[in-house]
């Protein structure tokens, strides 16, 4: 398949390219040139698929033959190594859990699928020196990409993150891996942390020494097997027989945008949610077609206080900038900290689930935009990280305890190591003296 950059259609390159550059040379997105569509008998063959089947059927085309079946096949496995199962909350909604991976964000899928994707690439490019992934954080995305790198071949990962603002249990993820990851704990707040990547990456004298690589949200290979949750939604649906409805809590728009993928080739979801915190330059453009991208604004679901959505620009496509059209398929809810914390209570006390905020976020927009309907219709919301990582909030709001799921108690006891650095300096100076 080829990927050309949404800012000049001319710009063509392979999937592979589009992997190891992440961006465009001319900062456009990479979107692939034709959206595949499903074949004919996919939906009659799909109550007996797989999930790994699902997934190599419906991301192979996305390939091509840039990666040998076989390496493809283990490169799934290894991605969906859990469960996604949907939890009925009322009679027509759903909490569709994307958090049962490594470290309990849907990230994991993308982060995982992508890491196996560019370890394979360098193998093949028998690369003698290593790639260098820089990542900044603010508490998900690091953990997740971290985990997923984990042991790869070829590649180290260097993490930045904003001392004291991540919770313990992200600080755990980021900090106790050791073998190809490494922590910085920076003086400052995350776009501090962000800057100094950005830095980073056009400084000319890293570059002779490195091979940098971004393992940002917008990566093909990070984007794309977010397709997978919607087809494993809809194959657990199928028995409802009512039109599917996705509410999805969104900071960047990739996941999102990735549902609007896997419907343009054909899976029959009925209309798209885009529930947003106090960041709500979607919700707003698709009000008033007025597109203004904010200043970001501070919320209990940080992982999605984004002003300037990188993603959208991949909606746009998919619905051929046409805002009818786009309209037609998604609509769009904002709610602040206090409505997403008497959320959080309502879906404890009346139907006795503990989300976390960004799934309230998702209820919220879910209950909606089903009350705008009037024929009925199954909904989902994507419930995209445990309410164990966002601890302190929701341990205040439900006024009890969460009990820590089994599996994070051996983190918890791992020893943090992490190299302090308080300025860009200390990050050029490990990155040109480490191996
Ligand atoms: C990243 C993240 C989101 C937002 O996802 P996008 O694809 O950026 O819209 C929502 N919830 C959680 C928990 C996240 O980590």
């Not at 820089?134 to 971290?146: I, M, R």
């Not at 809809?234 to 990735?258: E, H």
Request: proline share 5%; glycine share 6%.
């Amino acid at each position: 398949m080829k990927y050309y950059s949404l800012n000049n259609p001319a710009l063509e390159t392979t999937f592979k390219a589009a992997v190891k550059m992440g961006l465009a040379p001319d900062k456009g997105l990479y979107f692939p040139k034709e959206i595949p569509a499903l074949a004919k008998d996919f939906l009659e063959r799909l109550p007996n698929l797989s999930k790994e089947a699902i997934a190599l059927e419906v991301i192979e085309p996305y390939i091509g033959n840039e990666i040998p079946k076989a390496v493809l096949k283990q490169i799934i496995d290894e991605t969906l190594c859990f469960e996604f199962p949907i939890i009925p909350v009322t009679d027509t909604i759903g909490s569709l859990e994307l958090f049962h991976g490594p470290t309990l964000a849907f990230k994991d899928v993308g982060a995982r699928f992508m890491a196996r994707c560019l370890g394979y690439f360098n193998q093949q490019d028998q690369q003698t020196e290593k790639s260098t992934v820089l990542v900044a954080t603010s508490g998900d995305t690091g953990g997740a990409v971290a985990d997923g790198f984990l042991g790869v071949r070829g590649i180290d990962v260097v993490i930045l993150y904003p001392k004291g603002k991540v919770s313990e249990i992200q600080e755990k993820q980021l900090t106790t891996l050791g073998k190809n990851i490494t922590a910085l704990e920076v003086d400052g707040v995350f776009d501090d942390c962000q800057d100094m990547v950005k830095t980073a990456f056009l400084d000319p004298e890293i570059n002779t020494k490195k091979n940098l690589t971004s393992a940002n949200s917008i990566n093909v290979a990070r984007w794309l097997p977010q397709m997978f949750y919607y087809f494993f939604a809809f194959q657990a649906l199928a028995d409802k027989n009512k039109p599917l409805v996705f509410s999805v809590p969104s900071g960047n728009f990739g996941n999102l945008c990735a549902g609007m993928m896997a419907q343009k080739m054909g899976l029959p979801i009925h209309h798209f949610v885009a529930s947003t915190n106090s960041n709500k330059v979607v919700p707003e453009y698709l009000k008033t077609g007025n597109y203004q991208t904010q200043k970001t604004i501070p919320t209990i679901s940080n992982a999605m206080d984004v002003g300037a959505p990188s993603n959208f620009v991949r909606i746009q496509q998919i619905m051929n900038h046409d805002f009818d059209v786009l309209q037609k398929h998604l609509s769009g809810y904002s709610y602040d900290d206090a409505q997403t914390k008497a959320a959080l209570v309502r879906l404890y006390q009346s139907y006795n689930y503990i989300a976390d905020p960004h799934g309230a976020v998702g209820f919220l927009g879910l209950e909606a935009y089903l009350n705008t309907l009037e024929t009925s219709a199954y909904g989902v919301f994507l419930e995209t990280a445990h309410p164990i990582k966002f601890l302190d909030v929701v341990e205040e709001t439900l006024q009890r305890t969460i009990d820590m799921p089994e599996r994070l108690m051996p983190l918890l006891n791992r020893e943090k190591k992490a190299l302090s650095i308080d300025s860009y300096t200390g990050l050029k100076n490990y990155l040109l003296n480490t191996d």
